[in-house]
């Protein structure tokens, strides 16, 4: 399993990305830490997200974990729940490495900086998938709010060939390889989108 979908990952979308993707902002205008910002990001990210993939769908959950064992700066103390939320799942995993660039000043040069991390997998029918306490607990995560995730999650359809990632409750990105496939997110949920980069959505999905 985990090889496969690293070669789809690696093929279709380099470095979980693509440059066909909307974003939208999910918590915005609300202050942090707000019942209606918490309200706000779990209502627009849970109609984005089943927009996008129906309870039959079976797809690939792709978590990249760092294995920090807790931050007090956002307040997470849980960082084994998402794992406690899919403790029915098979899970697999392999360690990968990230390499970073930084300069430094007293050299005045370039430097690598490589930093291991952990990949872990699962594939299931989404409806077996408890996704709305996990988009929860990712939009907890900096509000300081428990139980939080903060490891990165990316749900990905290799048959729809899209990518769904909630970074935190600031916002959530879909990518795809087809530009066709966002068009009615595009536009059902056009105010919704990040406005510094309406323009650039613009001059994709308006040609579509």
Known sequence: MKEKILKYVESNFPN???????RFELGEPYENGTEDRIHQVVTRVTTLFEEVFKPDDLIYV??????VTGDVMFGN???ERLYDLLSNQNIEEKNLLNIDEEYDEVTAQTIKVKSEYKVKFLYAQLESIPY????EGIGNYEQG???SIGQSVYFIST???IIFHMYDDRGCLIHS??????LPLYHTYNNWLVDYWRDYFDSIFKKV
């Not at 390889?177 to 966002?182: F, N, P, R, Y």
Request: aromatic letters at 6%.
């Open 177 to 182: 390889k087809d530009a066709e496939k966002l």
């Open 62 to 67: 792709y978590i990249k974990d760092w294995e």
């Open 159 to 161: 048959d729809k060939h």
């Open 16 to 22: 979980l990305t693509s440059e066909l993707h909307l």
């Open 77 to 79: 103390t849980s960082p």
């Open 145 to 147: 709010r428990e139980p």
């Open 132 to 135: 709305q306490q996990i988009l």
